[in-house]
């Protein structure tokens, strides 16, 4: 009787898997662990699992949050630099109102990298997402109406052309307006249907509770990404068959190249997000989030500003059209 009581203990502990414990004092059945918490070495009893989220304590979260908030300072500079020199002719010929609006969104879209930092409570989840699609589609649609006032501004050249009544301000900003009011229904639509909610997600590592946002409906999540891509699309493209055009300072060579950046990083982005797992699956959306905003820094506003500050004889109407006669 003794023997068939200890063959029956071990055959019940062999069920045992690793979220399982068990005590051999009274060589009683095994207990299993509760979900959040791990058996130690010697399953003898149960330890708290380690939660992990990318916060502002760990020296990746620190980084990222230090980068965002002193990147965020740049395109404010860039944006009083422009204000002081409203009236040279640089500034005017590269819309004044929608450059100041394009570096305001600069801005947001520098900021926004922070709420995905730290511990993702429910209105975090439901706002990050959020304030980066409406940022960047503010910052995409103010480059995709710049794009096309430049085509109408050489249309407007030609003789017997009527295209100079589609120069007026309104029409840019009817552009942005109506770009901005498609991605905001769609993101009203994605979170009264199928918000975004915090999950605890203890598959990816048995022994590690990763607090992840979990997005609720990836149709709408990436139906968001893809319209922002369909607006950067469209603005390379203009600006592509538009970068030979006749002008003095043609800035569709420069919404070529920053399209170009910004295609690139997001491309690059979604392999390396798919590969990451816990924490770093947040940190790469940062840096997708600053890289493609300090290309867009660097790609539209570098050229500007060093003339504006270091050549200052180049942001001349003289020099201008000298540059356009040759």
């Known amino acids: 009787m003794f023997i068939f009581n200890i063959t029956q203990h071990i055959n019940d502990m062999k069920t045992c898997n690793i979220n399982i414990f068990f005590y051999l004092a009274d060589a009683i059945n095994c207990l299993r662990c509760p979900w959040d918490q791990w058996p130690n070495n010697e399953k003898s009893r149960c330890l708290p699992k380690s939660m992990e989220f990318l916060s502002y304590e760990d020296a990746l979260g620190a980084i990222l949050a230090a980068v965002s908030i002193i990147s ?15 009236q040279t002719p640089i500034v005017k ?3 004044y109102s929608l450059s100041c609006l394009l570096l305001m969104s600069l801005c947001l879209c520098f900021l926004c990298s922070l709420v995905f930092i730290g511990y993702p ?3 975090k989840c439901l706002l990050r997402q959020v304030l980066f699609g409406l940022a960047f589609t503010l910052c995409i649609s103010s480059i995709l109406a710049k794009t096309i ?10 003789p017997g052309s009527n295209v100079r009544r589609w120069m007026s301000p309104q029409v840019s900003y009817m552009i942005i307006i ?5 991605q905001l229904i769609l993101c009203i639509t994605w979170m009264s249907t199928a918000s975004p909610f915090p999950q605890y997600n203890t598959e990816t590592n048995p022994g590690l509770i990763i607090v992840e946002c979990d997005e609720g409906s990836p149709i709408a999540f990436w139906t968001m990404l893809g319209y922002l891509f369909l607006l950067a699309t469209i603005s390379f493209i203009v600006a592509f068959l538009a970068r030979r055009l006749p002008d003095s300072f043609n800035e569709a060579q420069f919404i070529t190249f920053s399209m170009l950046a910004f295609l690139s990083v997001w491309v690059s982005f979604i392999p390396a997000s798919l590969s990451a797992q816990g924490k770093y699956t947040v940190a790469m959306e940062i840096f ?5 905003s300090w290309a867009l820094v660097i790609c539209m506003f570098l050229p500007k500003c060093f003339i504006i ?8 109407r003289e020099h201008l059209m000298r540059k356009e006669r040759q």
């Open 72 to 86: 965020s300072l740049i395109p404010a500079i860039i944006l009083r630099l422009f204000i002081l020199h409203r």
């Open 93 to 95: 010929a590269n819309n």
């Open 121 to 123: 409570h429910h209105q």
């Open 149 to 158: 006032l430049v085509v109408f501004a050489f249309m407007a050249t030609r």
């Open 178 to 182: 109506t770009c901005f009011l498609l």
């Open 288 to 292: 997708a989030i600053l890289a493609s």
């Open 309 to 316: 500050v270091f050549r200052p004889y180049m942001n001349s």
